[in-house]
């Protein structure tokens, strides 16, 4: 039906806040039909968030859908189980309160007004105080640390940017190390304040790739667990190889030692000790480099902010295990 130009000018208030009290038409129309749009998730998605669980990551979902639609989105992906309630469903169906329904769940979807709220109820406590809230803990340093976090499957739904930069805020400060995904300008305070940010190489936006530490160029969740993978892997093949280079120093080191203390014939000469490393070694150690990772490198838990490349564990398996083994074969053979 197509409403006449004098009746309904361009600058025409239609009531649209009440409905029951219309200033237009509301017969004559014919229903043609009903149109209805769906953005489902990658194929490899859920299979992806399962690998992050096995592989001890954890995976929160941060959008601007109401909280029903990001359960549901939630539980596609496998952030949320299949018939996993959530603490917002248990408050539903047993008529309790949030705080009260809040160790009933392992799952629980984060509205922003609650960030919002706990924000501005902490702006209003002096910093020096410990003070419980229902579901944040104001510490002495007035910073909000979010109980919530602790629990292991976690949506907020309704967030605007600086809802999300408190998010990051409050996983740093737990202790763990954040990497935010994400498209749009909006994104880009969260993703520049993550240890590491990643943007969506096709759809994302040129502010959102200029905080980014990394771009996916396929924009699909699955290429950071790629990544993550391949990390892992490059990380423990040159533990390998440094491990293998340290335990050759002790079969060499020794023999000189004891020529020095003991007066025993060394078992060879500088110049085929020279050979051994520049030619035997180095091809090996390469070869360590370039491996297939383990079958159960993503079953792991993430390392320790403070475990190095080179730690107490490998200096004691390089000298004092596998050196002193080498050690001990190839003096047997000179003797």
Not at 99 to 125: C, S, W, Y
Not at 217 to 228: C, P, R, Y
Request: hydrophobic share 45%; charged share 20%; net charge negative.
């Amino acid at each position: 039906m197509l409403f006449r130009s004098k009746e309904y000018p361009a600058d025409y208030q239609f009531n649209c806040k009440n409905p029951d009290e219309p200033n237009y038409p509301m017969k004559g129309f014919t229903f043609t039909g009903l149109i209805s749009f769906i953005d489902p998730p990658r194929e490899a998605v859920p299979f992806s968030v399962l690998k992050c669980k096995a592989a001890g990551i954890k995976v929160i979902m941060v959008t601007g859908d109401q909280p029903v639609t990001a359960a549901a989105i939630a539980r596609q992906v496998n952030i949320f189980g299949k018939d996993e309630k959530t603490v917002n469903e248990v408050m539903e169906e047993e008529g309790i309160s949030f705080d009260e329904a809040f160790p009933k769940a392992n799952a629980v979807v984060i509205h922003g007004d609650m960030i919002t709220q706990a924000v501005q109820r902490e702006e209003t406590l002096p910093p020096s105080i410990l003070f419980p809230l229902s579901f944040t803990i104001i510490d002495q340093r007035g910073q909000i640390i979010m109980r919530w976090l602790e629990k292991p499957r976690i949506v907020f739904a309704r967030t605007t940017p600086a809802q999300k930069l408190i998010i990051v805020k409050a996983c740093k400060q737990q202790g763990h190390v954040v990497a935010v995904t994400g498209d749009g300008v909006n994104d880009s305070p969260a993703i520049k304040e993550a240890d590491i940010g990643i943007a969506m190489g096709v759809t994302g936006s040129d502010v959102a790739k200029d905080a980014a530490d990394m771009v996916l160029l396929t924009d699909d969740f699955s290429a950071i667990i790629v990544g993550v993978e391949e990390g892992r892997k490059i990380f423990d093949n040159l533990r390998k190889s440094i491990t293998y280079i340290l335990s050759s120093k002790v079969p060499e080191m020794i023999p000189f030692i004891a020529l020095i203390i003991f007066q025993m014939p060394p078992p060879m000469s500088p110049i085929l000790l020279l050979l051994i490393d520049l030619g035997t070694d180095i091809i090996p150690a390469i070869g360590l480099g370039s491996e297939e990772s383990e079958l159960g490198i993503m079953a792991r838990p993430p390392r320790k902010k403070h475990e190095h490349l080179v730690t107490s564990k490998v200096l004691t398996a390089a000298y004092g295990t596998i050196g002193i083994m080498h050690l001990l074969a190839g003096m047997l053979t000179f003797f």
